[in-house]
């Protein structure tokens, strides 16, 4: 089965691969088992660099050798190299993490906080804003403004994004229940969609074309489409401001 220049593209992205790893390991998995020399040819890789590709895949852990004369390769189910994949990825998150932890309580980052504060001063009302386009980049962005919240959380949207919202609220939740973090969510949702949430936050049922999320009632972000379009062109603007947001939360905050 001949696989399309995209697909290897993508598993190269994918699995942090070369593009000649990419087209032997998707030949070898094909074949089951094979010779480098059967596989160089298959998958077009220069048979010079096809033993330096076997070896660097079987210590990756996405072929095995079977000694013997000649000297076969054996494919390695994609269930378990995906274990793998994910595995090595939460070990470089989890060191990442670490690192940064051990930065933040050296005189280097002291450093750092001390040019933020000295420099905020100069910031004018207009410099704290953003355009932000792209839903992922939207997300993303949003979950960082639900991390930092520590007082609460009012977020006005329609019935697609609400599902998205608790996507993005599942941890922030839990850690903020405990020091009194109160949630509130406007959208034209039923009972039914909220059931397993109903006790952790507050949802007001109200028809509304809206999408914001205002935090503390310091900063807010408010999406400048109703987000039907496609995901890329989806576009928001984030202000912080106190005066504009207690404003703005005013206006749209359902009364009591």
Do not use: H
């Given at each position: 089965?001949?696989i399309k220049?995209e697909?290897l593209?993508?598993l190269?992205?994918?699995?942090?691969?070369n593009?000649?790893?990419?087209?032997?390991?998707?030949?070898l998995?094909?074949?089951?088992i094979?010779t480098?020399?059967e596989?160089a040819?298959?998958?077009?890789?220069?048979?010079?660099?096809?033993?330096?590709v076997?070896e660097s895949?079987?210590?990756?852990?996405?072929?095995?050798?079977?000694?013997?004369?000649?000297?076969?390769?054996?494919?390695?189910?994609?269930?378990?190299?995906m274990e793998r994949?994910?595995?090595?990825?939460?070990?470089?998150?989890?060191?990442?993490?670490?690192?940064?932890e051990e930065v933040?309580g050296?005189?280097?980052?002291k450093?750092?906080?001390?040019?933020?504060?000295?420099?905020?001063?100069?910031?004018?009302?207009t410099?704290?804003?953003?355009?932000?386009?792209?839903?992922?980049?939207?997300n993303?962005?949003?979950?960082?403004?639900?991390e930092k919240?520590?007082?609460?959380?009012?977020?006005?949207?329609?019935e697609?994004?609400?599902?998205?919202?608790l996507?993005?609220?599942?941890?922030?939740?839990?850690?903020?229940?405990?020091?009194?973090?109160?949630v509130?969510i406007?959208?034209?949702?039923k009972?039914?969609?909220?059931?397993k949430?109903?006790?952790?936050?507050?949802?007001?049922?109200?028809?509304?074309?809206?999408?914001?999320?205002?935090?503390?009632?310091t900063?807010?972000?408010?999406?400048?489409s109703?987000?039907?379009?496609?995901?890329?062109?989806?576009?928001?603007?984030?202000?912080?401001?106190e005066?504009f947001?207690?404003?703005?939360?005013?206006?749209?905050?359902?009364?009591?």
């Amino acid at each position: 089965m001949a696989i399309k220049q995209e697909t290897l593209l993508r598993l190269k992205e994918d699995f942090k691969l070369n593009i000649y790893e990419v087209r032997i390991w998707t030949v070898l998995l094909e074949k089951g088992i094979a010779t480098a020399g059967e596989l160089a040819d298959l998958s077009s890789v220069p048979r010079s660099r096809c033993y330096d590709v076997l070896e660097s895949l079987e210590k990756k852990g996405f072929v095995l050798m079977k000694i013997g004369k000649p000297i076969k390769y054996l494919s390695v189910p994609p269930e378990e190299i995906m274990e793998r994949v994910r595995k090595n990825i939460e070990a470089d998150t989890d060191m990442s993490l670490k690192m940064l932890e051990e930065v933040r309580g050296t005189d280097i980052f002291k450093d750092l906080e001390l040019l933020y504060n000295t420099g905020i001063e100069k910031f004018e009302s207009t410099d704290m804003c953003n355009a932000l386009i792209g839903r992922e980049n939207l997300n993303y962005f949003i979950k960082g403004m639900f991390e930092k919240a520590r007082k609460e959380i009012f977020i006005m949207t329609s019935e697609e994004g609400f599902q998205r919202k608790l996507n993005l609220l599942s941890k922030v939740i839990k850690k903020g229940n405990k020091r009194g973090l109160k949630v509130t969510i406007v959208a034209p949702v039923k009972p039914a969609a909220y059931a397993k949430v109903k006790d952790s936050m507050k949802i007001i049922t109200q028809d509304t074309e809206a999408r914001i999320v205002i935090v503390d009632q310091t900063e807010s972000l408010f999406m400048m489409s109703d987000g039907k379009a496609s995901k890329e062109k989806d576009c928001g603007i984030w202000v912080k401001s106190e005066f504009f947001t207690k404003g703005l939360l005013s206006m749209v905050q359902p009364q009591a």
